[in-house]
């Protein structure tokens, strides 16, 4: 079969688009974000909630809808994802308020949570071993075209429309993408183990009990949020724990603890949560800075992104050859480092009030680093695994990416709330710089394990 011939340019082009539209709507709220804050006149902490609903969404659905796919079949679920996704954004545009707001990107994220893995599943499924490798490249490719285009689409949205239309431009595509589907994607199945659906609840409360409890915890001083705070933070501990017991003595646990035994799995999976908690903290105060800092418009700030986004698709293909040559550890290592040096340097930086032209080599710096970083340590846990396990090990290895980055994001918006201390100009500019120093710190602790990658 010719991979360019018709049917499978069809199949490219479909399961693409699906993770193309789930990896978009991370990126374009970013640079949207200024004009919801100020629209619905919100703190910072309660902005964060606008990215980490949905991504607390996916990482706790995500494990449910692999199992739903490989029972009910990948096609229709994910349309279906399509579907919840395409309503969600609706309701994301229309929402009246920030509350509206952030459940309309939950109903988003259970839409998202499927889009990706079972577009993954439906193209390998599809193909025969040979074409697999170069099939998934583009796939891979075309994903994470929505790193560049995300936030610089966002301003341009956001400057010349509002921001309510970065969620109306999902709804012809999702309706499109379903017709299409329905008929140029082949349908398939896979095991059909029972669904644990108090594992995927205990999922829920444990990363949203723990993100809320921090994200109220800068806000001790109100007897109210001080005692929600305390009930949230025990409330996602407690679950957490009970799905650790459950994990441990589940005949077919959803999230195998015995995996966890090896020191590079455990260790590719931290490093992970670490790398991308402190790139989500950045992608969310960045565009903010240049916005209320630097006095640039929404599509300005999206264009000045380009020196750090557009570098993780130019770096990724070198990266995934320095891999094969030198190996997942001193890649990652190295990676991480160079992430974490970047924000370091824009953060001293911008507090000598440097021009923008003076940040483009940190920004160029951080993205070639989480290129690197990132296809290493995906590699070293999907490598530490049996080949039977490489299904499940990607489904935890998402799952770690995504709560580590709302992690990331909630305690860097702990770290600036702790230094702005109020709403004028140079607050910010001295919450944001501290932001900044944080998110290099959570990149370097990542060293410690990468370096223990085998």
């Known amino acids: ?8 340019n069809w199949l490219l082009i479909l399961t693409s688009l699906g993770f193309f539209m789930a990896m978009m709507d991370a990126m374009i709220v970013t640079t949207a974000s200024t004009a919801i804050r100020l629209d619905f006149q919100v703190s910072v902490a309660t902005l964060q909630w606008a990215l980490n609903a949905y991504n607390i969404t996916i990482a706790a659905v995500l494990l449910v809808g692999v199992s739903l796919g490989e029972r009910w ?24 308020m920030m509350p509206a707001l952030i459940a309309a990107r939950v109903v988003e994220g259970v839409g998202a949570s499927v889009m990706t893995p079972m577009s993954m599943a439906i193209l390998t ?25 995300g936030p610089s689409l966002g301003g341009f949205i956001v400057a010349k429309l509002a921001w309510q239309w970065i969620f109306w431009i ?37 990363f949203t009990g723990i993100i809320l409890g921090l994200s109220l915890s800068t806000n001790l001083a109100t007897p109210m ?24 003595h589940a005949t077919q646990p959803v999230i195998p603890l015995m995996l966890f035994k090896s020191v590079t799995f455990t260790g590719g999976n931290l490093a992970t949560a670490l790398l991308y908690g402190s ?42 050859r320095a891999v094969d040559r ?39 710096l951080a993205g070639m680093g989480l290129s690197m970083a990132g296809p290493a340590l995906q590699k070293a846990v999907l490598g530490a695994v049996p080949a039977i ?23 860097t918006v702990m770290i600036f709330e702790e230094f702005s201390g109020g709403g004028t100009s140079t607050q910010f500019m001295t919450g944001f710089q501290m932001a900044l120093l944080g998110t290099a710190v959570i990149s370097w602790l990542g060293l410690c394990w990468s370096l223990r990658l085998r």
Not at 225 to 248: D, E, I, N, Y
């Open 1 to 8: 079969m010719n991979i360019f011939g018709k049917k499978v």
């Open 73 to 96: 079949g990948r096609r229709k679920v994910y349309n279906w994802g399509i579907l919840i996704f395409t309503v969600g954004s609706v309701l994301c545009a229309l929402a009246p």
């Open 125 to 149: 499924q599809a193909l025969p071993p040979n074409e697999r490798g170069r099939a998934l490249g583009i796939w891979s490719g075309i994903g994470g075209l929505a790193l560049i285009v």
């Open 170 to 206: 999902n709804v012809p595509i999702g309706l499109v993408a379903i017709g299409l589907s329905r008929r140029y994607l082949p349908e398939s199945v896979g095991q059909t183990d029972r669904l644990k659906l108090l594992d995927a609840f205990l999922i829920i409360v444990t």
């Open 225 to 248: 949020l001080a005692r929600t705070a305390l009930v949230s933070g025990v409330a996602g501990l407690a679950a957490g724990g009970w799905l650790l017991w459950r994990q441990a």
């Open 279 to 320: 790139m989500y903290g950045v992608i969310f105060f960045l565009p903010q800075y240049f916005q209320l800092g630097a006095k640039a418009t929404a599509l300005t700030a999206g264009l000045k992104l380009l020196p750090w986004t557009g570098t993780l698709v130019l770096v990724a293909p070198f990266a995934g």
């Open 326 to 364: 030198w190996g997942e550890k001193w890649v990652a290592t190295l990676g991480l480092f160079l992430q974490g040096f970047g924000y370091g340097l824009i953060a001293i930086l911008v507090q000598q009030q440097k021009t923008y032209s003076w940040l483009v080599l940190p920004l160029m």
């Open 389 to 411: 396990e490489i299904g499940t090990a990607s489904g935890i290895y998402n799952v770690f990416r995504l709560f580590g980055g709302a992690l990331g994001t909630a305690i």
